[in-house]
């Protein structure tokens, strides 16, 4: 039996400046912005190829602190390539980081080593991480 991971809250402050970070800046698909009266509002994006999406919302999502969410992790193919898109979408975003030694040689250093962090607006954490073999 598989187990997917399908959908991740995000806990934000300010749904529309969320909705427009995710979607206009990160490039996230917008699945669905759901409006059922004036207390509850939902909104899935979704990353390009992931089958993980998250959610951002009030009302019929859980009540957590805006920022408080840490550690989402994003992988892509080509860490330089993910940091220029960022850098040219006007994501402030950290410069390419190796952490750590991969147990054996790889055919470019930075294959699961290579990372780069980011913010969205409220102070939630992400991570993208390199992993060219799932390209």
């Known amino acids: 039996m598989n187990w997917t991971l399908e959908v991740v809250i995000v806990p934000v402050s300010d749904i529309d400046r969320a909705k427009e970070f995710y979607a206009d800046q990160l490039g996230f698909h917008v699945d669905h912005d ?11 994006l979704t990353p390009p190829g ?17 920022g408080s969410l840490k550690g989402l992790q994003l992988v892509v193919p080509d860490i330089n390539r993910a940091h220029a898109e960022l850098v040219a979408r006007g ?26 962090f980011f913010a969205d607006p409220d102070g939630n954490g992400w991570a993208v991480q390199q992993i060219s073999s799932r390209a």
């Open 91 to 116: 994501v402030p975003v950290s410069d390419v980081q190796k952490l750590g030694e991969n147990p054996r040689p790889t055919p470019d250093p930075l294959d699961n080593v290579g990372f780069v």
């Open 50 to 66: 992931s089958g993980c999406s998250i959610v951002i919302g009030k009302g019929a999502v859980p009540d957590m602190p805006p």
């Open 34 to 44: 759901t409006v059922i009266g004036d207390e509850v509002r939902i909104v899935q």
